[in-house]
């Protein structure tokens, strides 16, 4: 799930517009007239809500969620049946990111 596309804003969006669409969203999905729609958005909500939940995402997708950037390596890493470490391009790109906060 692309959290951007069901947010419906771009993936260089800002938090304020990352909040009024959740806000929007909410008014058409409301837990009351569509819970599934609006556990899908504030899902997708949760996974970007903040820059670096952003940045985590944008690293990692939906390979390996984790409540720090170290868990989220060591999953990315541990996948069972899967032997591919993370390129160095992307490390590199992560960490000129955070170099720049």
């Not at 049946?81 to 391009?89: D, E, F, I, K, S």
Request: charged share 25%.
């Amino acid at each position: 799930m692309n959290p951007y596309l069901e947010l419906g804003v771009a993936e260089n969006a800002s938090d304020e517009e990352i909040r009024l669409a959740y806000l929007k969203g909410i008014q058409t999905r409301s837990p009351e007239s569509d819970p599934e729609g609006f556990q899908v958005l504030n899902a997708a909500y949760d996974r970007v809500r903040t820059s670096d939940l952003r940045d985590m995402w944008r690293l990692f997708r939906d390979a390996a969620p984790g409540a720090s950037l170290l868990d989220a390596l060591t999953r990315h890493l541990q996948q069972s049946g899967v032997a591919r470490p993370m390129p160095a391009a992307r490390l590199k790109q992560y960490l000129r990111l955070c170099a720049q906060k």
